[in-house]
């Protein structure tokens, strides 16, 4: 009987990931000449791409280049909150409109995590990328080791950074806080956002600055974390206070838990005590009672980042310099000070 010889496979960029012990996002990433990379962990991948004898199809990546109708979006936060989804999306649509698919990776906001999500994206050859991301740490990352594509990034607050869409977080937190003081209330507190998050300190620092501007005594804020969770819990520990007679609250979720714990203790809203959330998230219309907030526009900043991409590209698009102007909308959660005053 007669043996026919075995075939033997050529070696891919999995093999050689594993034999060097990195990501198969790290070997795409020496083969694309990537700045952001370790001198050992080039020369590394290098000398196990000579020993297995790999050779990347130059004539398909070209070919995948040239053609790529991809667009990545790089999600810097594992919160499903509801305007991350809104802004995903509204890319979505607007990038399917322009003849263009999404690839999407998350991750957490750490720099390795956000290190290999980049690398990931760049393994799918898109055309450019749009960060979704909440802390400054990460905008800190892309300046110190930019992508190679086009980006732009949503932007809640730093005017300084170029490629942006923005938000005017701390104009929004004024309309709030100044509604307050427009309706008599002298004692406001602030239960504000996580302070690694831009967001939170800019709607804490507009909070601040009205505050200041009416010239009324300022109340240390309440460190949060976005959870209706916390919300109750700051609620229950707030009941005992007499020193307020209204509350601004970070976001809508934190605001729905405050709510949750002063209808506990029956300290009516907003005869007692006047809440004011943020984002106007679709739920907060049903609250009890309805939530006086401040909306921000996710749909149109998922729109303009497709805009700006595709600006950048030079494939059309329009270039937004103005940040998107918050509004305030009016409900039954505001009035003016009664029980406490």
Not at 20 to 33: C, E, I, M, W
Not at 43 to 65: C, D, F, K, S, W
Not at 211 to 218: G, K, Q, R, T
Request: hydrophobic share 40%; charged share 25%.
């Amino acid at each position: 009987m007669t043996t026919e010889p075995t075939a033997t496979r050529a070696p891919n960029i999995r093999d050689v990931a594993r034999e060097a012990g990195v990501s198969y996002q790290t070997v795409s990433r020496v083969l694309n000449d990537s700045p952001r990379l370790r001198p050992e962990t080039r020369q590394r991948v290098m000398e196990v791409i000579e020993q297995l004898g790999y050779r990347p199809n130059q004539a398909a990546r070209a070919l995948v280049t040239s053609k790529s109708k991809v667009l990545g979006v790089l999600v810097a936060t594992r919160a499903a909150a509801y305007g991350a989804q809104t802004i995903l999306y509204e890319i979505e649509d607007a990038a399917r409109e322009a003849g263009y698919t999404l690839a999407i990776v998350t991750s957490a906001s750490d720099d390795r995590s956000v290190r290999d999500a980049l690398d990931q994206l760049e393994g799918q050859s898109v055309r450019a990328v749009a960060v979704v991301a909440p802390q400054a740490r990460v905008f800190d990352l892309l300046r110190s080791t930019p992508l190679r594509v086009p980006y732009v990034l949503l932007d809640p607050d730093r005017r300084d950074v170029p490629h942006s869409i923005s938000v005017d977080q701390f104009e929004g937190a004024r309309l709030a806080t100044r509604h307050l003081i427009a309706l008599g209330h002298r004692r406001i507190l602030h239960l504000a956002g996580p302070q690694d998050w831009i967001e939170a300190e800019a709607r804490m620092q507009g909070y601040l600055r009205e505050i200041a501007d009416s010239e009324l005594s300022v109340r240390p804020p309440v460190l949060g974390d976005w959870t209706a969770e916390f919300g109750y819990r700051a609620g229950q520990e707030l009941i005992a206070r007499e020193d307020f007679t209204a509350v601004f609250c970070s976001n809508d979720l934190m605001a729905l838990g405050l709510l949750h714990a002063f209808a506990e203790a029956r300290i009516d809203v907003p005869r007692d005590v006047s809440v004011v959330g943020f984002d106007d998230i679709p739920e907060a219309a049903h609250y009890s009672p309805p939530l006086t907030t401040v909306r921000q526009d996710f749909a149109e900043i998922g729109r303009r980042s497709v805009d700006l991409l595709l600006a950048e590209l030079g494939e059309g698009g329009k270039l937004h310099t103005d940040p998107i102007q918050p509004q305030l909308i009016l409900r039954s959660s505001t009035s003016a000070p009664g029980g406490r005053s």
